[in-house]
């Protein structure tokens, strides 16, 4: 059987399109020693987990039919609605991880997750975030953001939101779903967990005394 390659040059091409760019995800941290630090810790760190786990879920579950699949008009789509709201769920929750962790374990007196939550989704808006998907998360964001106590969020299953956005939102049929959802939720929480013991390398000689 031959290879298809323009049909493989267009797969990897329509995927280029769903997933955020590589160079995004890959920066490499020495320690996080200012705000612009944090901030792209955040931003990497969310899409990468995001991405991951969403194109893991897809790719396991589709098999073969994957490259069919990708190339399908409305199911792209539906890919591209589910990673944006996926990440920008990932997004708050490692801003409030962060800050949590930050203010009771480094002595943190100011908190401003949400002005780096709000800078970063407005700047994903010229990498294709659409206008609707924005203020909803803003204002999810700015919701949740009230109700948060930073001094114990880090400690009591910080990225339960996120996984759900996950489960919720890949575009997988529901009967399908239900069979897959302790595996789905588990994967992301495998990704974040990798995040959390990085951050805390990152910022083991940090503190705001």
Known sequence: MKLNLEKLRITIK?????????????SYFKSIKSKNDLQKF???RSAHVAQTTLYGYLKTRIGVKYTAMVEDEVFSKSINIAKWNIYMVAVADCTFYVFSYLMAEKNLKENDCKQIYLDIIEKEKANGLSEEIHLKAKQEFLNRSEKIDFQKYYLDNPFKE????????APIADELKILDKEIVLNSMRLKWNLKIDEFKKLTKNLNFN
Do not use: D, H, R
């Open 162 to 169: 996120s996984c759900m956005a996950l489960y919720n939102w």
């Open 42 to 44: 955040i931003q990497q």
């Open 14 to 26: 329509t995927m280029g399109e769903y997933l955020f760019p590589i160079e995004k995800v890959t």
